[in-house]
């Protein structure tokens, strides 16, 4: 099993800035990739950012390109996405994906909520 962990959701002002992070633990080996999602109040859960971990490259989805940035620790198994210029549209609950040995586990969420 792996279990991650999430920590550094809040409450912003819109234009603020926060960093999450997702530290996974237990069964990492063959890690694939670490992917932060969100799915705010009454829509589904989206794809917000992803980080293969064998070589690093990231993308992002095209709404929070150029303000979200995915980035990881790879010692420590911990990935973050740094958001900044963050919008009321960015309120949600994001959580953390680890894709191991093509299983993927979740992490909890932290929620994220963007003040006008």
């Known amino acids: 099993q792996v279990q991650l962990v999430e920590s550094g959701g809040g409450l912003v002002q819109a234009g603020g800035s926060l960093r999450l992070s997702c530290a996974a633990s237990g069964r990492t080996f063959g890690l694939y990739a670490m992917a932060w999602y969100r799915q705010a109040p009454g829509k589904e859960r989206e794809f917000v950012a992803r980080m293969l971990w064998s070589n690093g490259s990231s993308y992002e989805r095209g709404s929070v390109k150029g303000r979200f940035t995915i980035s990881r620790d790879n010692a420590k198994n911990t990935v973050y996405l740094h958001m900044n210029s963050l919008e009321p549209e960015d309120t949600a609950v994001y959580y953390c994906?680890?894709?191991?040995?093509?299983?993927?586990?979740w992490g909890q969420g932290t929620q994220v909520t963007v003040s006008s």
């Open positions: 994906q680890a894709t191991v040995s093509a299983s993927h586990y």
